[in-house]
């Protein structure tokens, strides 16, 4: 499975952005599909997760209420909208699958990168 990232950008604080994970040589379904976020100086954060099939959504404390995660089995793409954007949400994101029924994530993406201002 490839997975395309896309959608980051420069935006304001409190401005929203979408980001899409588009997949290849696969699908999302049955699997286990998440976001990651890297910023400089710090550790990989799992922002957000979903689970076979719309199940089992978790989200990081640092973005609930504010980020949602969602797939669309049809398009092959999985999603991150991202509300309320506050500078410390400035990183690098990445997508992430893994093998059917997994709990592991096998597949990542490049990022993409979101940069919010002050």
């Known amino acids: 499975v490839q997975l395309q990232a896309s959608g980051g950008g420069l935006v304001q604080t409190g401005a929203s952005l979408r980001l899409s994970c588009a997949a290849s040589g696969g699908t999302f379904k049955s699997r286990l599909v998440g976001w990651f976020r890297q910023a400089i100086g710090k550790e990989r954060e799992n922002v957000a997760s979903?689970?076979?099939?719309?199940?089992?959504?978790q989200y990081a404390d640092s973005v609930k209420g504010r980020f949602t995660i969602s797939f669309d089995n049809a398009m092959n793409t999985a999603y991150l909208q991202m509300n309320n954007l506050k500078p410390e949400d400035t990183a690098l994101y990445y997508c992430?699958?893994?093998?059917?029924?997994?709990?592991?994530?096998?597949?990542w993406g490049q990022g993409t990168l979101v940069t919010v201002s002050s």
């Open positions: 979903i689970r076979w099939n719309n199940q089992n959504l």
């Open positions: 992430a699958v893994g093998k059917q029924y997994s709990l592991q994530y096998s597949y």
